[in-house]
């Protein structure tokens, strides 16, 4: 490995990355974010995920940071030959193209293991080996496989999560198998295959609904629809129209709810002693409530709530949590140079380490920006 220069958990590991799109480069991200040195391989022109419109557009900067730019065309001797050379140079080697193109470029694990036994080689694909293994996948494709879709929408109505969550989630496995099998490399100095996917990682989110269908027969209810454990556990619609989550999870919070309300009222009635009697009446409960939270204001509600130690949450719009003052108090977004020069705000991992929030370290690489930097140590003694 190469020598200690940031003091980061995996300062010293050297990574080459053959990604695109969010899934892979989510890995390197993280990896990046913790210390590593991420070398990104694009193709001539950049990675396509540079200029993505729509929704699109924020991929390559916000899970792209802390990491350096090559240019190499693999599609050709030279290119492959680089690339191969570089390979040899690094501890770990992440990519996430379709099934079966990293072994026509010889680029797979079989192959390069027999070259490089200390290499840790992260696979992220749409399944892990399987009937499915050789499907090309989405995220949209395996939220609808995997019963996430289903869990999300209405009856009938199968709705994608409102973001990348497999994506994002396999690339956090991917990470994770990583820390693993610098371990065990530790233990017995050679690397090895992780491989991580979409459709797993989707079932593991649907897997608390499987054993509950395991252990009551009956099928688990979209959430829209689902029998909640819980009587107050919802969104009211307050003065103005603004809107307001509160959840009273337990009978005390319940009591403390209808006080802050000024409906001490209700907690009173035996028909709504206890949880399991309220969520048996529940819907009429939640009308009641609905009347009287109409005339609350959302702002003056919050104090009362936050005060009286009772869940609540206003419905909050991606955009709002650029200036969301817990997150800017506590370095959760931070300014980042970008690749045209200009200043964005980036969302930094959800980790604290020792009191440390590892963050941004350079600007977003330009294509190719580093290629000269890291082709001169072709001819250069290892350090690792």
Known sequence: MSQSTTGLPLDGVRIIEFTHMIMGPTCGMILADLGAEVIKIEPPGGDKTRRLPGLGIGFFRSFNRNKKSVVLDIHTPDGLATALQLIGQCDVMLENFRPGMMASLGLDYATLSKHFPKLIYVSHKGFLPGPYENRLALDEVVQMMGGLSYMT????????????????????????????????????????????????????????????????????????????????????????????????????????????????????????????????????????????????????????????????????????????????????????????GGMTDVVLLPLVLGGRRPGVRQPLARVGEHTQEILARLTQPLSN
């Open 153 to 340: 929408g209405p009856p009938g109505r199968p709705l994608r999560a409102g973001t990348s969550v497999n994506d994002i989630m396999g690339g956090m496995f991917g990470a994770i198998g990583v820390f693993a099998a610098l371990r065990e490399r530790d233990r017995t100095g050679l690397g090895q295959e992780v491989q991580s996917a979409l459709f797993e990682n989707c079932v593991f989110l649907a897997a608390q609904h499987m054993q509950q269908f395991s252990m009551t027969g009956e099928p688990p209810p979209p959430m829209p629809s689902r029998v909640s454990a819980w009587s107050v556990y919802d969104v009211f619609t307050l003065a103005d129209n603004q809107q307001l989550f509160i959840g009273a999870v337990s009978d005390k919070q319940f009591t403390t709810l209808c006080r802050v309300i000024g409906a001490p009222g209700l907690a009173d009635e035996p028909a709504l002693s206890t949880n399991a009697k309220r969520v048996a009446v529940r819907p009429e409960l939640i009308r009641r409530l609905g009347e009287i939270l109409r005339d609350h204001r959302a702002d003056e509600l919050s104090v009362k709530l936050e005060a009286a130690g009772i869940p609540y949450a206003p419905i909050v719009r991606p955009e709002q949590l650029i200036d969301d003052p817990h997150l800017r108090a506590s370095g959760g977004v931070v300014p980042m140079q970008t690749d045209e």
